[in-house]
Nanobody, 125 residues
Framework: QVQLVESGGGSVQAGGSLRLSCEASGVPYSTYCMAWFRQFPGKEREGVAAVANDGYTTYADSVKGRFTISRDNTKNILYLQMNSLKPEDTARYYC???????????????????WGQGTQVTVVS
C-alpha cells in the first residue's frame, strides 16, 4: 500500500503560483501512475493532471497551459506547479497513486486506490 502525504497548499492572490508536493512511500514509486485530483465543496473529485510510469502526462482542459505535473523518481515526490491561478481553482487537492492505469483512465478517480489526505488551495481575487 502506498502512503501519500501532500504539502504546499495555501492561500494566494489570483494570478499567483503555488507548487504542491506529494511524497510517496511504501512501494516502488517509479512503477506507479500518479495523479492530482481536486474536489470542490459538494462535488465529486475531478482529475487535474496525471503522469504515468512511462512519463506520459495528461491534463484537464481547465488547467492546460497553467499547471505542470512532474515526478522525481529519485526522491519519490510528485509535484504540481500551478501558475496563473484563478479563483475557480480554489479546491482541496489530492494526490493519488495506482500501480497500473490505462492512459485513458488516468483522470478517473475510480481507477486509483491510494490517496493522500489532501491540501487546501484558496485563490482570492
Amino acid at each position: 500500500q502506498v502512503q501519500l502525504v501532500e504539502s504546499g497548499g495555501g492561500s494566494v492572490q489570483a494570478g499567483g503560483s503555488l507548487r504542491l508536493s506529494c511524497e510517496a512511500s511504501g512501494v516502488p514509486y517509479s512503477t506507479y501512475c500518479m495523479a492530482w485530483f481536486r474536489q470542490f465543496p459538494g462535488k465529486e473529485r475531478e482529475g487535474v493532471a496525471a503522469v504515468a510510469n512511462d512519463g506520459y502526462t495528461t491534463y484537464a482542459d481547465s488547467v492546460k497551459g497553467r499547471f505542470t505535473i512532474s515526478r522525481d523518481n529519485t526522491k519519490n515526490i510528485l509535484y504540481l506547479q500551478m501558475n496563473s491561478l484563478k479563483p475557480e481553482d480554489t479546491a482541496r487537492y489530492y494526490c493519488a497513486a495506482e500501480y497500473r492505469v490505462m492512459d485513458q483512465h488516468l483522470m478517473d478517480p475510480s481507477f486509483f486506490n491510494s490517496w493522500g489526505q489532501g491540501t487546501q488551495v484558496t485563490v482570492v481575487s
